[in-house]
């Protein structure tokens, strides 16, 4: 949540750092700005809304400065307004944030008594006070930056300007990602090596209680103690440029276009495709002692820990749980001490999850992370971790990074089988041989994709809907609700299809679109018995199944619209099935001119509880 990007150079600053907050805009797109100091002069420009109002300000403003501080917000505290637009300023301070500051009530209070005047509603502003105030009381500027670290609680990073130090740069790190670039006669600092990797070719991550002292041709980094420290200095090994929408209109239909390449990268690097088996990096566990896995994720990541259980109960026969981030890290779930627990994330950067990762290392679990992004926090805080290749993903719906999570919890969960003694050989190979098959199958899906515009335009005005299935699609139903929800602000809940007599089934009524998702596996009969309560109340039924499911689905197949996809199996069917409904939502998204890349309300990284 929120990306700060921040310079120091020879040359003018600005439109350098509207670049960069370009690159983090996933973060959050609710209001921007910009401070630079010059001429003994803190100045800013700042806007509501994403960032192209900024830049239209700017090419009206000249921001002059050799130094400067941005930000794109995600709202915490105050709503998405200009003047709660960081970076907030005093006559002497400048402060771009990304966190949460739990003790702001406070804090405020205190300085409110103290006569200072608040022009936003921020917890930032409070920190820009504090160090103000210990400035005036004649402390230097890192002092007065590490005494407000000593008041303030909760999670941060914090890029600092400060007037009577004009030519340097203070990055502040306390539980919130922030690192710094370095290049010829400049240094930068950003939220994520993304946001870095057009302007440097290295990186150095601060670590929590760091303050970093920076200037055009050097920087210091000192630890809580004050100690001054070094921090490991590493190059930006992957291409992140950013990536281009090419013919596509949006990032979303891109990423969801991309699935059959990038799932065919993601295999690539765990199955060995000559010999048919998988090649999984060495891990520093013994796989068969393993007595219990915990899943733990949020959101699309979350679902795709539930689609995972299945998988993992089958193929390795110990006990699998699969939590939501933010309620398992406020537990005190007994942890047995031969347990193995997976973070999934796409960003690497989920607070909830990020916690919950260190709640689990410090009770002795064996921790493996699945991310997309390399480097993240995460990735550096787990004992392993297992990278899911799916590229930058810009989209704020999760769509290819959902799939190549699967991949990779399938191949963890074929790994332990073997290694337990759980599935043969043979059985490896024929799981493999179905994960190759997925690139293709989900190709004749996008092929259909007419298909789903027609059902776009007839479901263009719907207010509510139900998407429902058993076993594993029961989690790709809710994650087709939720991919509903957020880009086309229609109500959607995904739900397991024999639950529904037992609450929801109150909803049905004349006409109201009901998604079926029916595979002919072992458990289409059940869901077709609740397909025809449906029926029997005169909703409408969109029916998700494959030749064999229309083919036995009998008299009703008149009174039901149907997409039809290929046959799948255990492996498959979560990927296959989760295609047309990434379409559905993004089709009807774009009926309704609603911003799909960037939805109201949402980030692509929420690092904030
Ligand atoms: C939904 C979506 C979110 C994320 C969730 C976790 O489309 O993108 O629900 O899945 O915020 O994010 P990561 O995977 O980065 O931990």
Known sequence: MCGIIGLVSKREVSSTLLEGLKRLEYRGYDSSGIATINNKKIERVRSKGNLSFLEEKLANISLPGKI??????????GSPEEKNAHPHITNKVAVVHNGIIENNNQLRNQLIEAGVKFSSDTDTEVVCHIITSYINSGLNAYDSIRA?????????AFGVLILNEPDKLFAVRGGSPLAIGSA??????????????????????????????????????????????????QSIIESVSLSEKGIFKHFMSKEIHEQPEVIAKSLSNYIDMDKGV???????????????????????????GLIARDWFEKFTNVKVDVEIASEFRYREPPMV??????????????????????????????????VNVGDSSMCRDSDASLKIYAGPEIGVASTKAFTCQLVVLACLAIKIGTSNGSLSKEQEK????????????????????????????????????LYLGRGQMYPVAMEGALKLKEISYVHAEGYPAGEMKHGPIALLEKDLPIFMIAPSNSLYEKTVSNLYE?????????????????????????????????????ISAPFVYTLPNQLIAYHIALLKGTDVDQPRNLAKSVTVE
């Open 278 to 304: 998988l090649n999984i990096p060495s891990l520093p566990y013994d796989f068969s002692t393993i007595t219990n896995v915990t899943l733990v994720a949020c959101g699309s990541s979350y679902y795709a």
């Open 148 to 156: 407000t670290m000593n008041d303030v609680k909760g999670s941060y």
């Open 337 to 370: 001490s031969n347990g193995l627990t997976i973070f999934i994330s796409q960003s690497g950067e989920t607070a909830d999850t990020l916690a919950a990762l260190k709640h689990c290392k410090s009770r002795g679990q064996k921790t493996i992370s699945i």
């Open 534 to 570: 449906v029926i029997a109340r005169d909703a409408s039924v969109i029916l998700l199944t494959d030749n064999e499911g229309l083919h036995n689905i009998g008299l009703i197949k008149n009174k039901i619209k149907t997409f039809l996809v290929d046959e799948t199996d255990i």
């Open 184 to 233: 010829r006669n400049e240094n930068f600092i950003g939220s994520d090596t993304y946001s870095l990797s057009a302007y440097s070719d290295n990186i150095t991550y601060l670590k929590d209680g760091d303050v970093a002292v920076i200037e055009n041709d050097s920087f210091r980094v000192f630890d809580y103690s004050n100690s001054s420290v070094k921090r490991e200095k």
């Open 430 to 465: 024929e799981y493999v041989k179905s994960l190759l098959s997925i690139p293709r199958l989900i190709s004749n899906t996008l092929d259909k994709e007419d298909e789903i515009i027609d059902l776009a335009h007839d479901l263009s005005n719907i207010t509510t809907t």
């Open 68 to 77: 400067g501080i941005g930000h794109t917000r995600w709202a915490t505290h």
